[in-house]
């Protein structure tokens, strides 16, 4: 499955490069996080509940980020295991372009998805991972707008 | 009106035997909801079995973490393979000489695979605790093609490394199986070389899956102050899986009783034994309480037998005005991460040898692979004999794509190159002697049925129409003859697990003049306490309405191979006729001894013994049967019984003609059956309402098939169709009218003359579907398109082809 999509953020790049390297942020922001901790400068490990259809379940998953880019973007790679529910694993490329005070910020996502998640949720998958991208950065630029203001 | 007065026609009648519309005596308690399946069963502390199951196709188990499950309250046990392996039951045997992981042994070779069984108090606790189970896996690298798999360096069986020789010769490739060949491969070729027309084509009859209403389950109860376990469960073939169980557990077999409940639709799905079974069965023992599985739909589709998957490249060979000179034909079969097809011993590609079909083919050669795939393991006969549908969709694909080679009507196509009625018995290029047939008789019956003439005239004006642009709606008339096999089979060549396919009936007359017949086989829906009993009617003449039939319980029934291939009419059904025929002559000395004259001067009349010239002077079958229960005759045993072993000395070639009439919207890939016409010869006919039911349920069947049911897999080997939502079942919605017909041309080695019905629909109806799609766009260039045939890869059709535009 493929997902890409393009968001306009009110902050300037830098502020919106660190906020997306920020644990805590991302914590707040994450639909169904549970747990976020930096493993290592490259590494984070998490614990998010997802919910796909008829599925419910919670997800442990490692993200190794790629920040050679920086602060035009960086990629990330993840897989993520949820039991009996199934897996998913993939990789995102983000790019940040400044646009004066803003920052727009596009995505392309490769996720490939296996188990009771894919079988079941097949239909809801490209649906639900559109509808969380969307919560997500609704909140992203919400924290991160207000960081700027502050 | 007394008996004397009563005609025999009319005394016939009240017997409600062979030919009569009898109503089922079975759907009394089915249509009140008092039907008693598996999941109905409820004995005292019984646990709950559930499956922790991988959700990769190929991963290899690091390790099962069984803790947290175990925590749960209710939570009793949690089984992996390691808990199964020093009874050596974390391995079964299949049906096809391979071997199958019960629980997960190192590695999962299919999505879906049983990694761990956890009991509990209940099944809501056993699912709950299923998910608690952390198993970690690492992944390996998934083969879903077969031809990749016969390519690839990934090794999918471990447990087989080096082993260059399989159940069924030798194997070529670490994921090869087996090849198996028939008919004469040189003399073949020597044809297709020399050949006025080679019409070559590759013909996919992709995966698909039984589905029955009713998934598969078990309750194994074991009784540790007999000994005794009893294991109820939704099996197509009780007594084998007695002696399997046998086989597997170590149990004397008279310490196992199994018993099929009533069952809400098999199909093949519920032949073969299932890790649910050995899982439940060593939980009892453990536990020493009864433990009950019950799969979910899910489960059901993705884990137990699948059907089909079969890739066949034929060619075939004609001269120019059409006379087929030879067929060819080269299959690879995608079995999945074990071979745990259902198949006759001997025969491991099924009766897929019947690929020569309804046509005089003087030479013919069959190759098929086996292939191990990162799929469910299976290849079932779903409603049809041992691969018969496979072989039925090959050749009428076949036949139609000739068609096209030689510019020829498809009907005439046949009708030059049927086996002809003076021909029978027929020996064919592939090594089956068909009983009888007349489809000369039978297609030009369907072909006026219709007006087949009238149909390619509108058809012809439709093209126009739609080449002039006045509408966007192709008409497409497919057409199918088959020739079924069915009756496994002549124990001289028919087996499984070494266990001869004969089939039993044992009859036993009340002293009122009633009766109960038991048999070997065991219904799904069939409706054999309401057909047996005519043919048993017929036979003894006891009322229909008067004889219990009872099938299912290995304790009473006699043994018997069970019901799928079509074998219960002809084999158990003979049975049935041959045991009622063995009482006749005791019936036949008791009631001359009362009539007192000589047992040669007393004659059968329906339902009684007359002395030969005077009908006057008769004993009904009713006072025989009373007599027979005192001293009838000084110094003759009691009773009036019999038991048949039948042992049939050939198959049977049940055949038919199917005609489809569809719309096709090119646009939007949308079909509609506008007429379907079955016709179908079975032979002798016990019950013309249960064959029209029949085929009205196997057509249907057929056109879930053909027109988009399937188990589709992704590169990653996650199975796509896993829930209804995906995997189609037809509603009354898309179910279309079915006209029925028939000709009778009667077995002449069977008992009764019967052939079997319950699959020719399924075999028939898909290459009727499928052609019916394939005609409406041959004018416009098609020749092969792969099914199902969705609205989706219709459209495609119409796409590839440049009509829109």
């Known amino acids: 499955m493929e997902l890409s999509d393009e968001i306009r953020i009110s902050a300037p790049r830098d502020v919106v490069y660190q906020a997306l390297n920020n644990v805590d942020v991302l914590r707040e922001c994450i639909p169904g996080c549970e747990e976020l901790t930096q493993a290592s400068p490259d590494q984070l490990e998490a614990k998010v509940v997802l919910k796909i259809g008829p599925v419910k379940a919670k997800f442990a998953g490692e993200v190794t980020l790629d920040t050679s880019n920086a602060p035009d973007g960086f990629s990330l790679m993840g897989e993520g295991k949820g039991g009996a529910a199934g897996f998913a694993k993939g990789g995102a490329d983000v790019t940040l372009t400044e646009d004066g005070d803003e920052t727009i910020l596009k995505y392309t996502a490769k996720v490939d998805i296996g188990g009771k998640i894919a079988q079941l949720g097949s239909r809801l998958i490209a649906g639900t991972a559109k509808k969380l991208s969307g919560k997500f950065f609704t909140k992203f630029g919400e924290v991160v707008s207000e960081q700027t203001v502050s | ?805």
């Open chain 2, 1 to 805: 009106m007394n008996d004397q007065t009563m005609t025999p026609e009319e005394r016939a009648a009240n017997l409600k035997g062979m030919g009569c519309a009898r109503k089922r005596v079975e759907d009394v308690r089915f249509t009140q909801g008092k039907g008693n399946y598996v999941d109905d069963i409820k004995l005292d502390g019984m646990l709950f079995g559930a499956f922790v199951r991988s959700p990769y196709a190929h991963a290899r188990v690091v390790s099962v973490n069984k803790d947290a499950a175990l925590a749960v309250p209710g939570v009793v046990a949690v089984l992996t393979a390691e808990d199964l392996a020093p009874l050596g039951l974390h391995w079964m045997p299949t049906l096809a000489g391979d071997k199958q992981m019960v629980l997960a042994d190192g590695k999962v070779l299919f999505q879906g695979q049983e990694v761990a069984y956890v009991v509990a108090e209940n099944r809501y606790i056993a699912a709950d605790a299923a998910e608690l189970v952390d198993v970690e896996y690492e992944e390996l690298p998934v083969l879903t093609d077969p031809f990749e798999a016969l390519k690839s360096d990934v090794v999918l069986r471990e447990d087989l490394a080096g082993q260059t020789e399989g159940a069924h010769g030798p194997r070529k490739h670490h994921n090869h199986i087996f090849t198996w060949e028939q008919g004469d491969k040189d003399a073949t070729e020597a044809v297709l070389g020399e050949a006025d027309v080679v019409a070559e084509e590759m013909v996919y009859y992709h995966r698909t899956h039984p589905c029955p209403l009713e998934t598969c389950g078990c309750v194994a109860s074991m009784d540790k102050v007999t000994g005794k376990l009893t294991l109820y469960g939704t099996f197509q073939a009780p007594h084998a899986i007695r002696t399997v169980v046998s086989l597997i557990s170590g149990l004397a077999e008279h310490n196992i009783r199994v018993i099929s409940p009533d069952i809400g639709g098999g199909f093949g799905n519920k032949v073969g034994a299932y890790a649910g079974y050995v899982c439940s069965v060593v939980a009892s023992i453990v536990t020493g309480q009864p433990v009950k599985w019950v799969e979910n739909r899910m489960e059901n589709l993705m884990s137990t037998a699948f059907a089909r998957d079969y890739w066949m490249r034929g060619k075939i060979a004609a001269t120019k005005a059409g006379k087929i000179t030879g067929l060819w034909c080269h299959t690879t079969a995608d079995h999945g991460g074990f071979d745990a097809c259902a198949d006759p011993t001997k025969f491991p590609a099924g009766f897929m040898n019947i690929c020569t079909g309804s046509y005089d083919i003087p030479v013919a050669y069959l190759a098929v692979d086996g292939v191990y795939t990162n799929k469910a393991p299976g290849g079932v006969a779903y409603r049809c004999s041992f691969r018969v549908t496979e072989a039925a969709y090959f050749i009428e694909r076949m036949i139609e794509v000739l068609a096209i080679k030689l510019n020829m009507d498809a009907a005439e196509l046949r009708r030059i190159n049927f086996i002809k009625a003076e021909q029978f018995p027929y020996q064919s290029a592939l090594g089956w002697e068909y009983d009888s047939g007349d489809y000369h008789t039978a297609w030009d019956k369907a072909l006026k049925a219709v007006d087949y003439e009238g149909l390619r005239a509108e058809q012809a004006q439709r093209i126009e129409d739609f080449k002039a642009g006045k509408t966007r709606k192709l008409l497409g008339i497919g057409l199918t003859h088959f020739t079924e096999i069915v009756g496994a089979g002549p124990v001289k060549n028919c087996d499984i697990l070494g266990l001869g396919m004969f089939d039993s009936c044992e009859i036993r007359i009340h002293p009122t003049g009633s009766a109960i017949a038991r048999l070997g086989t065991i219904s799904q829906g069939q409706g054999h306490a309401t057909t047996f009993a005519q043919i048993i009617a017929s036979e003894i003449g006891l009322p229909a309405d008067d004889i219990t039939l009872e099938e299912g319980d290995t304790d009473t029934a006699p043994y018997g191979l069970g019901t799928y291939g079509s074998r219960s009419t002809p084999v158990a059904g003979a049975a049935t006729a041959m045991a009622a025929r063995k009482i006749r002559p005791k019936a036949q000395m008791i009631a001359a001894y009362l009539l007192e004259v000589h047992d040669n001067d007393v004659e059968w009349d329906v339902d009684r013994f007359a002395v030969k010239g005077a009908p006057e002077r008769f004993k009904t079958m009713k006072e025989i049967a009373f007599a027979a229960y005192n001293q009838a005759i000084p110094g003759l045993e009691p009773g009036l019984e019999a038991v048949s072993y039948y042992d049939p000395p050939n198959m049977t070639y049940p055949f038919g003609a199917y005609i489809c009439v569809m719309e096709i919207d090119v646009d939007t890939g949308e079909w509609e059956v506008r007429q379907f016409y079955a016709l179908d010869d079975c032979g002798t006919r016990i019950n013309p309402m249960i064959i029209e039911g029949q085929v009205h349920g196997g057509v249907t069947e057929a056109l879930a098939i053909a027109m988009g049911q399937e188990i589709a897999y992704d590169e990653m080997g996650n199975v796509k169709t896993g829930t209804l939502m995906d995997f189609f079942i037809p509603t009354a919605w898309e179910t279309p009218n079915y006209t029925t017909d028939h000709t009778v041309t009667p077995s002449p080695h069977h008992p009764i003359g019967a052939k079997g019905v319950g699959e020719s629909p399924n075999v028939g109806g898909v290459p009727a579907f499928s052609n019916a799609v394939h005609d409406a766009f041959r004018p416009f260039g098609l020749v092969q398109s792969h099914m199902p045939h969705d609205h989706w890869r219709i459209w495609k059709i119409a796409n590839g082809l440049g009509m829109h535009g």
